[in-house]
């Protein structure tokens, strides 16, 4: 959706500050909760209570998303977009539009993913400085038993 087509919806329709702020963020791509909620400064609940509310009026839709990172993280999300003009007149959702979307939401994922990634590695480093060294459980003992 272009800028015109953006702001043309928002001049139509009859949605809340906080919704129209989703919209915008919507409007440069799909997204997922958490980033939705991060852009538009609302809590995720605010954020998904409102998606709801505007997946019934006819402006969102979502699906289930599965991101890959290598073998070990798999993360579902749940995505968002905005429907197109054709999908609201037609009242139905175009499947290959939200699949054709997947690179942009996947490279969203994937920074946040990797910025998660460092903050954890941090933590835990600062975690082992603050842990005091262990005694080990055995005793080594340096006499020979004859």
């Given at each position: 959706m272009n800028g015109s087509e953006l702001e043309e919806l928002k001049k139509s329709a009859r949605l809340t500050a906080v919704q129209m702020r989703i919209l915008g963020v919507l409007g440069s791509g799909p997204s997922?909760?958490?980033?939705?909620?991060?852009a538009a400064q609302v809590s995720e609940e605010t954020a998904r209570r409102n998606l709801?509310?505007?997946k019934t009026l006819g402006y969102v839709?979502?699906?289930?998303?599965?991101f890959h990172e290598g073998t070990l993280h798999n993360i579902a999300v749940s995505a968002w977009r905005l429907l197109t003009d054709q999908e609201r007149s037609q009242g139905r959702v175009d499947p290959n539009r939200s699949r054709r979307s997947l690179k942009t939401l996947d490279n969203k994922i994937r920074f946040r993913f990797s910025r998660t990634l460092e903050l954890h590695q941090i933590m835990k480093e600062a975690a082992e400085k603050d842990r005091p060294a262990q005694k080990s459980a055995g005793v080594i003992s340096t006499s020979h038993a004859e």
């Open positions: 997922y909760v958490a980033a939705i909620a991060e709801m509310t505007m839709t979502n699906w289930t998303h599965t």
